[in-house]
């Protein structure tokens, strides 16, 4: 059996790794796919956990080298998904957890859309995700602003996912995604699936 993609999108400061932290012990054995970033650690990141930080030179060879699944421009940085860990724990039949933008989404749609199942988090509102990137207290004001304005873009694409968690009771939003990574678990992929039509006909 083949593993399944479970893809988590929303704006900065959504509660995105809140919640994966919250849920971890209840989904089980799953791997979460630690994006490389050319954006400079927050205080208390850490580098191979948190993501890969590396710098734009590097960034853009290994585009050219094909080792991205995919790979966006967010907030004036790049953000990339590995290609070779996550064919690697897909093939060991895992549960893999991405965090990535809406951009991201699509492009992972098209290329492995029959085992991803996605969910889009968001506040309740757009003051209160205001709210909390300030009390974060990791960004500056203008980069607070910056995500902002690309969270009311990226609102725009909540109908091109599978479910909606709206992060109020956090919680209740853990449970929520404790539901759906439980259910994103079960997704068969096209060719799992034609095999074991082959092996009922056949039995
Ligand atoms: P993301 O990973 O989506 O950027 P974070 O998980 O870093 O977001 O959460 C942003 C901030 O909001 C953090 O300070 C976190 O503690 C806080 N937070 C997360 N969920 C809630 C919630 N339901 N209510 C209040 N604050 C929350
Ligand atoms: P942050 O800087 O807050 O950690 O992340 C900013 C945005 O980049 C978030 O929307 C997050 O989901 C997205 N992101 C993180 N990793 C990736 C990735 O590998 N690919 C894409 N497309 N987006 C990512």
């Not at 309740?124 to 990137?133: A, G, I, N």
Request: with cysteine; aromatic share 8%; glycine share 6%.
């Amino acid at each position: 059996m083949s593993g399944a993609i479970l893809i988590l999108s929303g704006p900065s400061g959504a509660g995105k790794s809140t919640i994966i932290e919250n849920a971890s012990e209840q989904i089980g054995d799953f791997y979460f796919s630690i994006s490389t970033t050319t954006r400079k650690p927050r205080v208390g990141e850490v580098d191979g956990v948190d993501y890969y930080f590396t710098d734009k030179e590097s960034f853009e060879r290994d585009i050219k080298a094909g080792e991205f699944l995919e790979y966006a421009k967010v907030h004036d940085n790049y953000y990339g998904t590995s290609l070779k860990p996550v064919r690697e724990a897909l093939e060991e039949g895992k549960l893999v957890i991405f965090d990535i933008d809406v951009q991201g989404h699509r492009l992972a749609r098209e290329k492995l859309g029959d085992i991803i199942t996605s969910a889009f988090i968001t506040p309740p509102t757009l003051s209160e995700l205001e709210k909390r990137l300030k009390s974060r207290c990791t960004d500056s004001p203008d980069i607070v602003a910056k995500r902002l304005i690309n969270a009311k873009k990226e609102i725009e694409e909540i109908n091109s996912y599978d479910f909606v968690i709206i992060n109020d009771d956090l919680q209740k939003a853990t449970e929520e995604f404790v539901t759906i990574a439980r259910a994103a678990r079960l997704k068969m992929s096209e060719s799992d699936r034609s095999k074991f039509v082959d092996e009922w006909k056949a039995k």
